[in-house]
């Protein structure tokens, strides 16, 4: 088992990219002082749902971009980590761990589907799963990660089981060895295979599809489960998770346990010898650009992925630059090679929906079951796909859409 | 290159797949040249046509001299005449529409001609009037890839339409070629025709053998011939994941298929059994380059079974009971490549009608 060093972090934040369709009010000032687990931000619709800041210290900076939407509020820690402790009665039922649940912020890393936004309180899941299985390449593995704290993990699994009234499947790959978990409603579901078989579009896809709307899961990530039992055991979130730091510009990848939210400057601070790099928050397959004020760990990331920077992109055919009598604009088209067929979500057929993201055919794109997707499923057709579109950022204009009619409707 | 979101890699970038589709081609280009050569020593000695005033017989003779030995280096240069000005006329035609497309729309110069033009060229006859590769070539590049917007964004191949153009415009040159009257014009074949009238003995006393047409020394359109030749191209494209093997396996399962129903009835060219419909023909080399080609064939993969067994199913239809269409393999190709728009719409219809009803609405 790897080592897995401790690092203090300057800065953490939260990224409203993590949290898509969701609309903000901030709660603090740039200035104030904050604890660590205080309230800092609440969804505008749904005032119950709090964001809380992920270290104590003081706001720096407040990012917003295109309609003053928030993207990122950032904590400078202060000079003692002070935390908001919460009171936990000793037996829990289901709404007090709701309750717990939305004033810690933990209720933040939950997700539904449809749409893949933080579920309503009030809602009922039609299914509920544990993501316990991480397939991207070089991410950290579960099972050694909940090796470090299994009785926070068998605890959070047994809350959420005492939460919600429906099975609660926890997703696992065959090797891994998970504490046991006391609660009749918790089944295991074992995937296998390479990448997207850890992928909790996959899991819901054969446990509890989506189809058109009419079933709603929710999953949550395994170490959003350790944090859970932390918080009923101690009153407090996880103060850390552990993250693998890793790819071509690192030889070797390392194991760290940072703050949620961490500054990725922080956390690669000292690992990283090469000047030249580029950061992505999250795996090469669906990660994000870790840069400027957005430049944090991803609230759903377990890893971050060191890239250097290459000057000479791929080398061009050079028979090519003998013809280039005229620079233009090099557009290239999709082109539907049975490439697109491994890179596609299960029971999705590839180049029609990519079609429809393409023209924004919003309805097209839920009859071919846009409605089990969000832009991790998608983001492996990008990569083999000549024209190098962003499918994700298509599939979240059409899902947005989707869901502004479904919100009118109802 | 990296962008600066979203998408990290050019995995898959276009210069990739057209470099595959040129190496997949290498094969087939050199049993092109070496039985071409070898096809016009074996026709000339045949007809006695010395001196017969074909610009490519005289440049034959002014580089080997006037007695030709049927040799390697011979066939060779004999080859390179034939070949080489078809393709250069190719290449220079559809470079030029290439980069008047490129400049009239403001986008970089794409080279995936190349690709075309050498596919053309294969589908030329040996003595084709260099006019004629123009013209179907014109045709091809401007109607089936111009005004589409280029590679990926028309619905056939510009290489399909400009054959089929050259064919139908010009159904009776080359049928009496002095030297190639073995061949039966631009539709390539006249070995079906020999069956036709004289059965399987017609074949053999031409002298082809089932292993002659399967390694392609037999007499064609220019780099058709050979399937060993387009099945390790095409051996390339499918491990490299451009074309589609359930294509490929489509076409020879609906033709296996048709041919075993002809067989049932007796007569004329319904007696030829399914492995000389394989190996006859430019079915194997229409099947690999053309059928698979991914902008123009079903996207889907119950479309592509399907479309494949619909096309291997009518090349074998139109080659028994329409004389006029001795090969067959280019009009069914068309055809079935403007049916695939069809087949995969109905296979989107299966699937939003299977998600609808697992789901109950």
């Avoid at chain 1, 990848?253 to 990725?264: D, E, I, P, R, Y």
């Avoid at chain 1, 024209?387 to 599939?395: E, N, V």
């Avoid at chain 2, 990290?8 to 970038?13: G, T």
């Avoid at chain 2, 631009?186 to 017609?202: A, D, F, I, K, N």
């Amino acid at each position: 088992m790897p080592e897995i060093k401790n690092k203090t972090v300057t800065k953490a934040a939260l990224l409203g990219r993590d949290y898509p369709g969701t609309r903000f009010d901030v709660l603090v000032q740039v200035g104030d002082p904050v604890l660590m687990g205080q309230p800092v931000m609440r969804d505008r619709r749904r005032p119950d749902i709090l964001f809380t800041s992920p270290i104590a210290g003081t706001v720096t900076v407040l990012s917003r971009g295109r309609k003053r939407s928030v993207v990122s509020l950032q904590v400078e820690v202060g000079s003692e980590p002070v935390a908001t402790v919460l009171d936990v009665q000793d037996s829990l039922d289901a709404d007090s761990i709701r309750d717990l649940m939305l004033r810690s912020g933990i209720w933040t890393t939950l997700r539904q589907r449809p749409f893949g936004t933080i579920p309503d309180p009030h809602d009922r899941p039609t299914a509920f799963l544990i993501t316990a299985i991480d397939t991207q390449p070089l991410a950290p593995d579960p099972e050694q990660v909940i090796a470090l704290q299994p009785e926070a993990f068998s605890k959070g699994a047994e809350m959420l089981a005492k939460m919600v009234d429906v099975p609660v499947y926890i997703c696992k790959s065959p090797d891994t060895d998970l504490p046991e978990v006391k609660s009749g409603q918790v089944r295991i579901a074992e995937f296998v295979g390479p990448h997207p078989a850890g992928l909790p579009g996959v899991h819901i896809h054969r446990l509890c599809p989506v189809g058109s709307g009419s079933n709603s899961p929710w999953h949550i990530g395994y170490q959003d489960v350790i944090s859970l039992g932390h918080l009923v055991n101690t009153g407090r979130t996880a103060p850390q998770k552990v993250v693998s730091i890793g790819g071509p510009a690192l030889h070797e990848t390392k194991m760290l346990s940072v703050s949620q939210g961490a500054s990725v400057e922080d956390i690669i601070n000292e690992e990283v010898e090469d000047e030249e790099i580029r950061v992505i928050s999250g795996s090469l397959l669906n990660g994000h650009d870790a840069l400027g004020d957005e430049g944090f760990l991803g609230q759903r990331h377990n890893q971050i992925t060191v890239l250097p920077v290459r000057n000479n992109p791929v080398s061009d055919w050079k028979l090519r630059s003998f013809f280039e009598i005229s620079p233009g604009s090099h557009i290239t088209p999709l082109i539907p090679t049975t490439d697109l067929d491994r890179a596609a979500p299960p029971g999705v057929l590839p180049v029609p929906m990519m079609r429809a993201l393409l023209v924004g055919d919003t309805e097209r794109a839920r009859d071919l079951g846009a409605l089990e997707l969000v832009e991790e499923d998608v983001a492996m057709l990008g990569l083999v796909c000549p024209s190098k579109t962003d499918y994700g950022a298509l599939l979240r204009d059409v899902l947005s859409q989707l869901q502004k009619e479904q919100s009118a409707a109802v | 290159m990296y962008s600066t979101n979203g998408i990290l890699f050019k995995l898959n970038h276009i210069d990739r797949i057209q470099r595959l589709r040129l190496l997949a081609i290498v094969p087939v280009f050199i049993v092109a040249v070496l039985n071409t050569g070898y096809q016009y020593l074996v026709s000339r000695a045949l007809n006695n046509t010395t001196g017969t005033g074909d610009w490519r017989s005289r440049m034959i003779e002014n580089f080997v001299g006037e007695g030709l030995e049927p040799d390697i280096f011979t066939a060779l240069a004999a080859g390179l005449v034939h070949v080489f000005p078809v393709l250069m006329a190719a290449l220079l035609t559809a470079g030029i529409w290439e980069r008047v497309f490129a400049a009239g729309r403001g986008r970089q110069f794409d080279s995936g001609f190349i690709y075309l033009a050498v596919l053309f060229t294969f589908f030329m006859h040996p003595s084709v009037s260099l006019f004629h590769v123009v013209f179907g070539m014109s045709f091809g590049m401007v109607f089936a890839r111009g005004i589409f917007g280029g590679e990926g964004r028309s619905f056939l191949s510009p290489v399909l339409v400009g054959v089929a153009v050259v064919q139908i415009s010009f159904p009776a040159a080359l049928t009496d070629h002095p030297i190639w009257n073995n061949i039966a014009g631009y539709s390539g074949t006249t070995s079906l025709m020999t069956y036709h009238q004289e059965g399987l003995s017609g074949l053999t006393w031409s002298g082809i053998e089932w292993w002659d047409a399967f390694v392609g020394i037999t007499p064609g359109l220019m780099g058709t011939t050979s399937v060993a030749a387009a099945i390790l191209g095409g051996a390339i494209l499918v491990f490299a994941r451009v074309a589609s093997l359930r294509l490929v396996v489509g076409h020879i399962i609906g033709l296996v298929m048709a041919s075993i129903v002809f067989n049932t009835v007796t007569g004329g060219i319904m007696d030829l059994p399914w492995y000389w419909h394989l190996v006859l023909g430019s079915f194997a080399f229409g099947v690999i380059f053309l059928a698979t080609d991914p902008s123009s064939s079903c996207v889907t993969n119950s479309g592509r079974w399907t479309q494949g067994i619909i096309a291997g199913g009518l090349i074998v239809l139109l080659r028994v009971v329409n004389p006029s269409h001795p090969d067959g393999v280019i009009p069914v190709l068309l055809l079935v490549s403007m049916l695939s728009p069809l087949i995969d719409h109905i296979v989107i219809w299966f699937n939003i009608r299977q998600r609808a009803l697992r789901h109950g609405g």
